[in-house]
Each structure stands twice: as C-alpha cells, then as structure tokens.
C-alpha cells in the first residue's frame, strides 16, 4: 500500500450524464491507480484513485466534468490532495445555479472521499 492514497468518488444525481473533460486532467503529485471514468450516468456514481509515488510524498489532483443544461454546457470541477505533512483538502464547484454540491469524508493516510451532485 502507499504512503499515501486517495479514493475519489463522484454520485451524479444532476440529472444529465457527466462527461470528462480530458483536457482538464492534472495529477499534480502521484500516479493513477484507477483512471477516472469518461462519463457518469445520472443516478450512478464514478470512482478512481490516485496513489504517492516517491519516498515521503502524497498525491494530488484535479479535474472537470461537464454536463448540459438547458441551452449550455456546465462545468464540475474536482480537487483533492492528500499530502505526506499536513491536512487533506477537498473542493467541488459548479458552474450553474440550480445545484447542490460537496463532500463527505477524506480523513486519513489513505483517504476515501465521496463528492455529490444533486438538483435543488
């Protein structure tokens, strides 16, 4: 197992399918365990995880998913680090009004995060 470790998970309640956004892919620290999905069908829920890969090193990343709505195209963009020192840190953000989002969890060495979406 690695020093360090995190379990991303995304649960699509938006109503629409969330597409990867390749282009907005950026593993800052680690290597890809798992990659994350090309799309998440609405009710359904992606995961992937991103692992150290050095002595004394943590894992970090982030990433967008987009979706339709109404006349546009929407953007979710994705954040986690888990260093080796210091605190883990998340964030989740969307583009449009109309949506609950978040996170539960990501404590620990080897971490397991849980980010939503949901229509309000």
């Known amino acids: 197992m690695s020093a360090r470790s995190t379990v991303v998970k995304l649960q699509n309640n938006s109503g629409s399918t969330l597409f990867l956004d390749s282009a907005s ?28 890969d050095g ?9 967008q998913y987009q979706f339709a709505d109404g006349g546009g195209i929407e953007n979710l963009r994705l954040y986690w680090d888990n260093p080796y020192y210091g605190s883990n840190g998340y964030s989740i953000t969307v583009s449009a009004a109309g949506y609950k989002v978040g996170y539960d969890g990501g ?9 939503y979406i949901k229509q309000v």
């Open 25 to 52: 892919i950026n593993l800052l620290h680690g290597e890809w365990k798992t990659y994350p999905p090309e799309k998440i069908p609405n009710g359904q829920t992606g995961e992937w995880e991103s692992d150290s």
């Open 55 to 63: 002595f004394m090193t943590g894992t970090e990343g982030k990433l």
């Open 107 to 115: 404590s620990g060495d080897n971490a397991t995060v849980t980010f």
